[in-house]
T-cell receptor, first 113, second 114 residues
Framework: DQQVKQNSPSLSVQEGRISILNCDYT??????FLWYKKYPAEGPTFLIS?????DKNEDGRFTVFLNKSAKHLSLHIVPSQPGDSAVYFC????????????FGQGTRLTINP | DTAVSQTPKYLVTQMGNDKSIKCEQN?????MYWYKQDSKKFLKIMFS???????INETVPNRFSPKSPDKAHLNLHINSLELGDSAVYFC?????????????FGSGTQLSVL
């Protein structure tokens, strides 16, 4: 039973537009959420995170929104750039105890020039 | 100068063989992990070590045995390989084991069991 799901395997966006990647989770005890980005033949790299005490966190062109009642988070990238083309993984964890990230299956984002 | 390096990058082997994947980090981190990316692309944690001590051991078959000779290294030994072990295995590290810590991943080892 997958506790974190990214239901869109792929997304294609025009350069300069907004990219919105979505993620749903089922375990209401998760209280810390992260996004990782992965290029081909590389490992995932940390992008942005959010604690459940917040509903928004922004870092430059990247903003993560958290809707706890809907158990949903989203990553907004604006404006989208060709270098943003990658696979994006959503992950969730508990703020207590050792880190044990639960990842979604990723969304492949393609930015078209 | 790669922060988290794992070898080999590709590993093709026959069922029943024993193989090892090595991982080293030069970030001075205390905590290291093994994650497995299965055929459905989910990344799942297998093990975590903090300063050479095992702190997370998910429901992984005991054919998988991690070994941490020092806090910069975490190797994964797999006995009696099975077809279902085919996956990409990622090593990662973080400064400390806390949940808010960023993970730094290696580039992965693609294991194919024939």
């Amino acid at each position: 039973d997958q506790q974190v799901k990214q239901n869109s395997p792929s997304l294609s966006v025009q350069e300069g537009r907004i990219s919105i990647l979505n993620c749903d989770y089922t375990n209401s005890m998760f209280d810390y959420f992260l996004w990782y980005k992965k290029y081909p033949a590389e490992g995932p790299t940390f992008l942005i995170s959010i604690s459940s005490i917040k509903d928004k966190n922004e870092d430059g062109r990247f903003t993560v929104f958290l809707n706890k009642s809907a158990k949903h988070l989203s990553l907004h990238i604006v404006p989208s750039q060709p270098g943003d083309s990658a696979v994006y993984f959503c992950a969730a964890t508990f703020s207590q105890g050792a880190q044990k990230l639960v990842f979604g299956q990723g969304t492949r984002l393609t930015i078209n020039p | 100068d790669t922060a988290v390096s794992q070898t080999p990058k590709y590993l093709v082997t026959q069922m029943g063989n024993d193989k090892s994947i090595k991982c080293e980090q030069n970030l001075g981190h205390d905590t290291m992990y093994w994650y497995k990316q299965d055929s459905k692309k989910f990344l799942k944690i297998m093990f975590s070590y903090n300063n050479k001590e095992l702190i997370i051991n998910e429901t992984v078959p005991n054919r998988f045995s991690p070994k941490s000779p020092d806090k910069a290294h975490l190797n994964l030994h797999i006995n009696s390989l099975e077809l279902g072990d085919s996956a990409v295995y990622f090593c990662a590290s973080s400064q400390v084991p806390g949940p808010n810590e960023k993970l730094f991943f290696g580039s992965g080892t693609q294991l194919s069991v024939l």
